[in-house]
C-alpha cells in the first residue's frame, strides 16, 4: 500500500490497518497523521506527510447601498407582518432591521479610513517624485557651478603663490630696519626719562624753599643776637 493510498484512507480504516503490526501500540488513540506515520515506520517506509493548508474564506463585499435595499425590502416585510398581527416576526425584523443599520455606520466608516490612507499615500508619492524632480533639477546645475568654480581656483592659485612669494622676501628686507627704528626710538625714550628726572631733581620744591627761608631768618636772628 503506497504512501498515497493511506492518505485516502479514513481514520477507522487506518486504525484497523495499524492492528495488523504487532511494533504499533495505542492506535486507538492516535490522529490520522499519527496512524499514517506510525504504519509507515512499521513497513519501513519513508513517508513525508504534507498537511493542508487550510483555505482562506474570502470575505464578501458588501457595499451600503446592498445594506440599504435589504434594510428597505426587511420594512416592507416588516409592515406586511405588522398588518398580519405577527408580532414575532415583527420583533424578529426589527432586531434585524437594526443590526444593518449598525453595519452601514460601520462600512461608511472604513470607507472614509481608506479614503484618508488613498489620499495621504497619493500625497507622499507626489512629494516623492517632486521631490526626485528637483534633485534631477538642481544636479546639472550644481555640477556645472563645481566645474566653473575650479578652474577659477586653479588659476587664482599661481597667482596668490606669486604675491606670497614677492611679499616674503619684503618683509624679510624691512624687518632690519624696523628693528633698529624701535631700538632708537626706545633709546630716546629711556634718555627723555633720565633727563627729566634729573632735572626735577636739581629744581627745589616749594616746600624746599620755605624751608631754606626759615634757615636763613632763623641763621640771621641768631647772629643779632650775637
Known sequence: MEEKDLTKMTVTKLKEEAKKYTSIHGATAMKKEELIRAIADARGEPIDIKKKKPKKKKKKVVSIADVKKQIKALREKKEE?????????VDRLRKKIKKLKRDTRKFAKEESEIAAEKKTAAEKKAATEDKTAAEKKTAPEDKAATEDKTPAEKKTAPEDKAATED????????????????????????????????????????????????????????????
Open 167 to 226: 611679499k616674503t622676501p619684503a618683509e624679510k628686507k624691512t624687518a632690519p630696519e624696523k628693528k633698529a627704528t624701535a631700538e632708537k626710538k626706545t633709546a630716546a625714550e629711556d634718555k627723555a626719562a633720565t633727563e627729566k628726572k634729573a632735572a626735577a631733581k636739581d629744581t627745589p620744591t616749594a616746600e624746599g624753599k620755605a624751608a631754606a627761608k626759615d634757615k636763613a631768618e632763623a641763621e640771621s636772628k641768631k647772629e643779632e643776637k650775637v
Open 81 to 89: 407582518a405588522r398588518k398580519a398581527k405577527d408580532g414575532k416576526t
